[in-house]
């Protein structure tokens, strides 16, 4: 043994610690690197409980991140998550993927989820089959399923509602329950709550609308200000942009 650990200028010296990786130091010693080791945890500048780098189970979970990823787990299975706080109350949820700060903090049997974002899809607890990118995308979602955020704040405040495509910041942001609706833009249907069947393309599209349904905005700011107008069609920069409460009106073109 003592010819494995000779160099060229004699035997090496240093010292370490236990559960701590060693590294050299110079040519010839050795001391703690950054690294620690304890059974299936791994640490790199830092506690082992605080930092713990990656961990997998028998149910196939994958934890990356602090002691509080996954740490509910009991039958769920199939789950990844990564950052600080990350699926902290899951139980038997299976097939999620949730990655940043709080993502998912709160589910506990949701199902086939994917969160990208701090606090993306943060309150959810039971909804399922959703997808969520962004900073606070979906964050209070509860229940709701098969949505679709992408962006930060898109669909922010939904909670039951499901079927609901958003795609830009602050697209969707105060749904609460309104179904199916779909917004492509920046803020487009920013303000609806409860309207349902709403197609809105566009920056600013349809809003200023709140409970209204079955309406079709493409062009950015058209039907700007519809709050509980129905069933209009507005195709075109600023087309209908100033209709509040009317229904069943056709506008093609830039107004």
Not at 60 to 85: D, E, H, K, M
Not at 207 to 227: F, R
């Amino acid at each position: 043994l003592a010819d494995i650990f000779a160099t060229s200028s004699g035997s090496i010296d240093g010292s370490g610690t236990a559960g701590k990786l060693s590294k050299w130091s110079d040519t010839d010693t050795l001391t703690d690197s950054l690294v620690s080791e304890s059974g299936s945890n791994v640490c790199v500048a830092g506690s082992l409980s605080a930092h713990r780098i990656t961990e997998s189970d028998s149910l196939c979970n994958v934890r990356i991140g602090n002691g509080n990823v996954l740490p509910n787990i009991t039958t769920g299975s199939y789950n990844t998550g990564i950052g600080y706080n990350v699926l902290t109350n899951t139980t038997s949820g299976e097939h999620n993927t949730s990655i940043g700060y709080y993502s998912m903090f709160c589910n506990t049997t949701g199902q086939r989820n994917f969160a990208v974002g701090a606090s993306a899809m943060e309150k959810n607890t039971t909804g399922s089959n959703n997808t969520a990118i962004g900073s606070q995308a979906l964050r209070c979602n509860t229940t709701g399923g098969c949505n679709i955020a992408i962006g930060d704040l898109s669909l922010l405040s939904n909670t039951t509602a499901c079927y609901n495509v958003s795609l830009g910041c602050g697209a969707l942001c105060s749904n609460t329950s309104g179904n199916s609706n779909f917004a492509a833009g920046r803020e487009a249907l920013r303000f609806n709550t409860t309207g349902e069947g709403n197609t809105a393309i566009g920056a600013f599209t349809l809003h200023c609308n709140t409970t209204a349904g079955s309406n079709t905005a493409i062009g950015s700011n058209s039907l700007k200000l519809n709050t509980t107008g129905n069933s209009n069609v507005a195709i075109g920069s600023y087309a209908l942009c100033s209709n509040t409460t009317a229904n069943q009106n056709v506008a093609i073109g830039d107004q």
